[in-house]
């Protein structure tokens, strides 16, 4: 069996895509007024425009999804999930370390 390719990465890939999509659907109701109070928060959220911010690493984290087994793209999708924040963010992140562990087993 190849690296990457098992049951771990599948569903790295899965919590990465549903985390991905959640960090878009959240920054544009963000964008457009409507926010919620998300307990995890962006740590770069009050520096810069925290929903265009979200936004493009939502983007990231949905085409970096498929790639979830392989080692950069793990860890991109690691600091995408710290970086994006709220439920999104955590659910990109778990799949980031799941896809981690998933290419060194």
């Excluded at 520096?47 to 949905?62: D, N, P, R, T, W």
Aim: no cysteine; charged share 5%.
């Amino acid at each position: 069996m190849r690296r990457g390719k098992g049951g771990l990465a599948y569903f790295a890939y899965i919590l990465a895509i549903i985390g991905g999509i959640l960090m878009i659907i959240l920054s544009l109701l963000s964008l457009i007024g409507y926010a919620f109070a998300m307990p995890f928060q962006s740590p770069v959220a009050g520096y810069f425009g925290a929903g265009i911010i979200s936004l493009i690493l939502g983007i990231v984290a949905v085409f970096g999804s498929k790639r979830a087994g392989e080692l950069i793209w793990a860890i991109v999708l690691i600091i995408v999930g710290f970086l994006g924040g709220g439920i999104g963010g955590l659910l990109v992140l778990i799949g980031g370390i799941l896809g981690l562990l998933s290419h060194f087993i």
